[in-house]
């Protein structure tokens, strides 16, 4: 329609510039049959359609003929036959309409003046009809280019609604690479990953190639080069045109014509996606812009895939920390021990899924003398966080258990603790801890420090908060440390709070510490509470001064209180 619309314009301004009379215009057709595009000024006796219109006429036999190669005066069958008013016109020149190939029609111009065809006459005639065959021919590329956009696009747009609905890889790859190979009028398409771990080049996926039967896939195309650096972007003769010799599978396929395009992500490449064919062929830009654009849908497919596979893998993680962390808590105390005379309460949280901290309680055997069982106090930090520390933590807690059991000093617990720790760890953690004895019936605590928070203790008599200081260096790091052991008698109303640094160290938003001062005026302050309530009192103090900081370390206190 819109050829038709250019045609009776240039059907016009034509009649204007030669001062002719009347004129028409046949386009012919895909089979050979020349038919009537647009005409001007006809005289009554040609009105359109009607008989004088049907079957062929003289002009388009000479046409088809072969003689109409230059502008030919020829007496017109249409306006012979016609009846009716012809305004004086028995003639016509035609001149045949060329596009550099073939014919695409036929231009017809009729006057009353016609005596014969002057030298003038058909220079200028046939220099129109040269530039209106040029004209139509590239109409007729433009509809056609513009049907094979329209055509890309849907094919782009339904390659992208497939991607977008896909979750399996290798099929939708497949069809990409088939949709390149129909796009491009190819022999061939693929896709090749660049392994840079490897040093390789790897035939991931491929259209149209003839591949072997006795190799793995995907196959290796380069063992050397992983970007195939040497492979031109664009080439009519490939074999010619690389810089080296090709890889045997890329040879085999006798490829001439060739376009290439990176596959990138995040400004990265991580292969080619290329086009080939087996004969000789230029690409044009158009068709390296598409190349590029099914590039860019592939390498959003590759995108889409890795983030697939990185959240898969981020759920097993999450999986596997949830059965960590609850392996780890089957390693801490189900509940504090019952002691007539004595209230203990316990208090863990993690900053991460798992953590380093820990804290345990012990019934030793009763003494050679006879008395009571005694009950062991220990409170830990791994020097680490996350799984590492988690591990350490059931290997660090599962040693100082076996070294307390039978009921040995503080000092010995952690002598022996070190010996082991030392002996079976080889990750390079360490691990603070503070191990306290407790004598129910009389109310001696002995303890030893081995490079951890002091705890504090509260004395009723004198209403003052004071650590438990003894000398003592981090488990694990030499063979033989010196511990300072340490006793106290706490009597009726004392409290002592075991605690690890995650609830001192703990920040608010102006990066201040809780401090040890904050957490001894907290613990003078309710003192006087259960021990439940005292962890309670504790966590809200530390929680409305750090707001919405987040946590930054495994936080532990145990409390204990003679009552």
């Known amino acids: ?73 020829i007496d017109c069958s249409r306006l012979r036959i016609a009846v009716g008013d012809k305004r004086g016109l028995s003639h016509h020149v035609s001149v045949e309409l060329h596009d550099g190939l073939r014919t695409v029609g036929l231009l017809n111009l009729a006057t009353s003046r016609w005596a014969r065809l002057a030298i003038a006459d058909q220079h200028l005639i046939a220099a129109i009809g040269h530039i209106l065959g040029t004209a139509i021919a590239q109409a007729r590329l433009y509809a056609e280019v513009s049907v094979r956009r329209g055509q ?30 129909r796009l491009l009028d190819a022999d061939a398409c693929a896709f090749i990953e660049a392994d840079e771990e490897g040093g390789r080049a790897i035939l991931r996926a491929c259209h149209g190639w003839e591949l072997p039967s006795d190799q793995a896939w995907p196959m290796i195309l380069d063992d050397e080069h992983p970007h195939l650096w040497y492979l031109p972007e664009r ?12 890889p045997p599978l890329l040879r085999r396929q006798n490829f001439q014509g060739h376009l290439a395009v990176p596959i990138e992500l995040a400004g990265t490449p991580i292969g080619l996606l290329m086009v080939n064919t087996v004969s000789s062929r ?47 808590a089957s390693f801490l105390p189900d509940c504090c021990p019952l002691l007539p005379g004595w209230h203990i309460e316990a208090f863990y949280r993690a900053a991460r899924r798992v953590g380093g901290d820990f804290y345990d309680f012990i019934e030793t055997p009763p ?73 129910p019936s009389t109310g001696l605590l002995t303890y ?94 530390v929680s409305a001064f750090v707001g919405d900081t987040p946590q930054a370390d495994d936080m532990t206190m145990v409390v204990l209180k003679r009552v």
């Open 367 to 439: 003494t050679a003398s006879g008395h009571d069982p005694r009950f062991g106090i220990v409170i830990a930090d791994v020097t680490d966080k996350g799984v590492p520390a988690a591990l350490f933590m059931a290997l660090s807690r599962t040693i100082l258990r076996a070294s307390a059991i039978d009921g040995r000093p503080p000092v010995a617990v952690l002598q022996r603790a070190n010996r082991i720790i030392l002996a079976d760890s080889r990750a390079g953690l360490f691990v603070t801890c503070f191990y306290a004895l407790l004598d």
């Open 235 to 246: 080439s009519s003769q490939l074999p010619a045109e690389t810089l080296q010799r090709l």
């Open 1 to 73: 329609m819109i050829l038709r619309v250019a045609l009776d314009a240039a059907l016009t301004h034509i009649l204007e510039l030669t001062g002719l009379e009347a004129g028409w215009i046949y386009l012919r057709d895909e089979r050979d049959q020349f038919i009537l595009a647009a005409r001007h000024r006809l005289p009554p006796a040609l009105n359109y359609p009607g008989l004088a219109w049907q079957g062929e006429c003289a002009c388009q036999v000479a046409c088809q003929t072969g003689q109409l190669r230059e502008p030919s005066l």
């Open 282 to 328: 230029t690409f044009l830009d158009s068709e390296a812009e598409l190349l590029g654009l099914l590039a860019s849908q592939l390498a959003q497919l590759i995108d889409r895939e890795r983030l697939h596979q990185a959240e898969l893998a981020r759920q097993r993680l999450e999986r596997e920390l949830d059965l960590a962390s609850e392996i780890q």
């Open 448 to 541: 030893a420090n081995g490079g951890h928070n002091y705890p504090l203790l509260y004395q009723r008599a004198t209403g003052q908060v004071t650590p438990l200081a003894a000398q003592g260096i981090v488990l694990g790091i030499i063979p033989d440390p010196q511990f300072t052991p340490g006793e106290i008698i706490l009597e009726p109303g004392d409290v002592v709070l075991f605690y690890t640094d995650g609830i001192t160290e703990a920040m608010n938003p102006q990066r201040e510490l809780f401090g040890d001062e904050r957490l001894s005026a907290v613990l003078r302050s309710v003192s006087h509470l259960s021990p439940r309530e005292i962890v309670e009192a504790i966590l809200q103090a």
């Open 152 to 181: 890309e696009r849907r094919a782009l747009l339904s390659l992208s609604q497939e991607l977008l609905g896909s979750d399996d890889l290798e099929p939708t790859l497949q069809r990409l690479l088939r949709i390149g190979t």
